[in-house]
T-cell receptor
């Protein structure tokens, strides 16, 4: 079935460094969604990308959808301690969403 | 507007016991979902309900049953709990199945331990 692979699984950065997580699929995706889960919390929707080559920004976060719609990335510029958590990508499979395993980001000040 | 609520927040069971996890949403959403989250495994879909009156299996349905009681409520039942079902369970809802902007809203989760 459809799967999305996320890398890396873990990333530790110093505050102020940049961070990127990647989401890859062997099949063409209809869309890609990104969620953030703070430690001890629940996943919260960040954004959805639908169009080939789409780029969206939310303050220090930049989301990209690949030209072939088989990969996506989330880039955080100048990380802050508030960015800690696990970032998930998810793709639509009919009514359901298929989630990647997530990238857990830790930030030291 | 409470969003998605789940009860209980925590639960400890002994092997073989049964229990029902409750989920309710007040956003008039059509679709509801149950996920389990285990370390390093991400979110895995157990069951989902695209609309009131329908339920479908997800990736890991074995050992679980669900009931879409009405549009608001979607419950998950463990008939005979096993230690492998120790996990954090999340309920989620979304407005329009298959529609372009189909973000999911998650509840706070139920932390279940089976001894």
């Amino acid at each position: 079935g459809q799967q999305v692979m996320q890398i890396p699984q873990y990333q530790h950065v110093q505050e102020g460094e940049d961070f990127t997580t990647y989401c890859n699929s062997s099949t063409t995706l209809s869309n890609i969604q990104w969620y953030k889960q703070r430690p001890g919390g629940h996943p919260v929707f960040l954004i959805q990308l639908v169009k080939s080559g789409e780029v969206k920004k939310q303050k220090r976060l930049t989301f990209q959808f690949g030209e072939a719609k088989k990969n996506s990335s989330l880039h955080i510029t100048a990380t802050q301690t508030t960015d800690v958590g696990t970032y998930f990508c998810a793709s639509q499979a009919g009514t359901a969403l298929i989630f990647g395993k997530g990238t857990t980001l830790s930030v030291s000040s | 507007n409470a969003g998605v609520t789940q009860t209980p927040k925590f639960q400890v069971l002994k092997t073989g016991q049964s229990m029902t996890l409750q989920c309710a949403q007040d956003m008039n959403h059509n679709s509801m979902y149950w996920y389990r989250q285990d370390p390093g495994m991400g979110l895995r879909l157990i069951y989902y309900s695209a609309s009131e009156g329908t339920t479908d299996k997800g990736e890991v349905p074995n050992g679980y049953n669900v009931s879409r009681l009405n549009k608001r409520e979607f419950s998950l039942r463990l008939e005979s709990a096993a230690p492998s079902q120790t996990s954090v369970y999340f309920c989620a809802s979304s407005s329009r199945p298959g529609f372009a902007y189909n973000e999911q809203f998650f509840g706070p989760g139920t932390r279940l331990t089976v001894l």
